[in-house]
């Protein structure tokens, strides 16, 4: 598939792109530990996002993985995890503030430059700014890359795996509207290192699907997710 | 707590209920007749944008199950609420509320107009400025949904009973907002939804 775009979001940073219905972003760990947590909002939608919960419950699963659909608020399929080379990415771990930051030690532009140590809140804010969002439009996250264990015990213990993504690792994301999807390379927030990595971000343009595809095939609740995708504007 | 409650309210099967809780009140949910999931968000009363945070919740404290102990906090970290009291043992937080859009995934077409957690906390939510984009993601006390160490997650029978309660200590003035879940097509209710008491003391 030709490549439509490519940017390669540095360590740390924050992104966002709109990509049209259709087309496939395919993210690619440039670092051994990178961190993507990626928010999924409907472009020219003001307020249909990406609903962690009802993706997991929908779908039920405690982590996200090929070929799951990716939900909204409002019941849509927002895109297909149509391919990866890991099958698992956290969805419950969140996104680091500016107090998980601090837990690094002091940093500043003054100080630090452009390597000055910022967090995944301050860049996802300031994307949806430029989209005139704000952080009343945050909700959970995909943190793609990252793996925060479940476990079977009585309180349901959670733990960071470290090491769990490899430099060349990848997802695909299926655009099933068009799609507003704002990054950060921040650090996972329970990750106990400051040790962030770059993603390569890349746009495909992608090819029609039937109703054989993975994602239609799954499970019901992910066909009837891509079903209503189609239906959003009658 | 044996003294004269500041705040009792029965809210009926499918209702729901909007409210401030004082820094330092008590508040307790009352299943008072057994496996009814209330759907419940808090808010800083001071900034409806500081909202109760499930993710940063269950990934500062370790653990995906609220209890006794758990620390209820908000996108900016900030505590909103602890619970004091949990006669039933676990809550589900990562479950989400129903919506008729994701009855419609889950169940069908046929379950579009069928009554819904998402329209209570909307409804109610208009009171106090709550609206859509202000909706994240709720805690369901009474409600079980085991994880397994696969990454599997499941709806399971409720593990309360009639009677149970949680009760929480509110850490700065919060707003509490409630649907006491109508959902029909699944465990959560124990398949017939009933009413809940609300509780509070609001000076020690």
């Known amino acids: 598939m030709p490549v439509l775009l490519s940017h390669e979001i540095p360590a740390g940073a924050a992104w966002s792109v709109q990509v049209r219905r259709g087309r496939v972003l395919r993210l690619t760990a440039k670092a051994a530990g990178a961190n993507c947590s990626t928010f999924v909002h409907a472009a020219g939608d003001p307020v249909d996002r990406m609903n962690i919960p009802d993706t997991l419950k929908a779908q039920m699963s405690a982590r996200v993985h090929a070929p799951m659909v990716l939900m909204s608020d409002r019941g849509v399929g927002l895109a297909s995890v149509v391919g ?65 264990a479940t476990s079977d015990d009585e309180a349901g213990t959670l733990a960071f795996a470290d090491g769990h993504a490899a430099a060349g690792d990848w997802v695909s994301l299926r655009a099933e509207v068009d799609l507003l999807v704002i990054m950060s390379t921040a650090p996972h927030p329970a990750d106990p290192r400051w040790a962030p990595g770059a993603v390569l971000a890349e746009v495909h343009a992608g090819e029609p699907y039937g109703d054989d595809d993975p994602s239609m095939t799954f499970r019901d609740e992910s066909a009837r997710a891509l079903i209503a995708a189609k239906a959003v504007f009658a | 707590m044996t003294t004269t409650p500041d705040l009792d309210v029965t809210v009926a099967a499918g209702d729901g209920w909007v409210g401030v809780i004082p820094a330092g009140g008590t508040f307790r949910i009352v299943d008072l007749h057994g496996n009814q999931a209330a759907d419940t968000l808090f808010y800083d009363a001071a900034d409806l944008d500081n909202r109760y945070s499930a993710m940063d919740t269950i990934r500062e404290q370790g653990a995906v199950y609220l209890t006794t102990g758990s620390k209820l906090l908000s996108a900016n970290l900030d505590v909103l609420a602890t619970i004091t009291e949990d006669l039933c043992g676990r809550h589900d937080t990562v479950g989400g509320a129903c919506s008729q ?82 959902q029909l097509n699944n465990p959560c209710n124990g398949w017939n939804p009933t009413p809940i008491q609300l509780l509070g003391w609001w000076s020690q």
């Open chain 1, 84 to 148: 990866s080379s890991l099958d698992w990415h956290d969805a419950l771990g969140g996104h680091s503030v500016d107090a998980h930051v601090g837990r690094f030690g002091p940093t500043s532009y003054g100080t630090d430059r452009n390597e000055w140590r910022r967090s995944a809140r301050a860049g996802v804010v300031s994307e949806l700014t430029k989209h005139g969002r704000g952080a009343e439009h945050l909700h959970a996250c995909v943190n793609f890359f990252s793996k925060l």
């Open chain 2, 101 to 182: 859009e994701s009855n419609v995934i889950r169940y069908g077409a046929h379950t579009r107009h069928q009554h819904a957690c998402r329209q209570t906390f909307l409804r109610y939510g208009a009171e106090v400025g709550i609206g859509p984009a202000q909706l994240g993601h709720n805690i369901n006390f009474f409600m079980n949904v085991p994880l397994t160490a696969d990454g599997g997650l499941s709806f399971a029978d409720g593990v309360s009973a009639p009677g149970k309660h949680v009760q929480v200590r509110a850490e700065r003035d919060i707003i509490a907002l409630i649907s006491n879940c109508p």
